[in-house]
């Protein structure tokens, strides 16, 4: 994914990840493939593609994600044990 295609989906850094634009994230999940598709049907988060955002120093693996929620989100391994989380649902529990 390009600096383009980030500029679309709105995130320039972490905290934007809860208010990623609607729009350009239907576009993403309309663009996966068959396999892709399979694999977040069957596991619940398929690999979007590594991402380094303004301030880190690495890049770090970014995944769509199915909120019962809060619908397809962006999310990447946090925590101790790399869990992926819904970014409007961590945003609702800070309440910011
Ligand atoms: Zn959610």
Redesign the pocket.
Known sequence: MDKQVLAKLGIISVMSLSQVNADALDHLVAGLSILQVARLVLLGSVLIDWLKLDGWKEKIPFYLIK????GY?LSYPSGYNGSLV?P??IREKIGS
């Open positions: 909120c019962q929620r809060h989100q819904c409007k649902c």
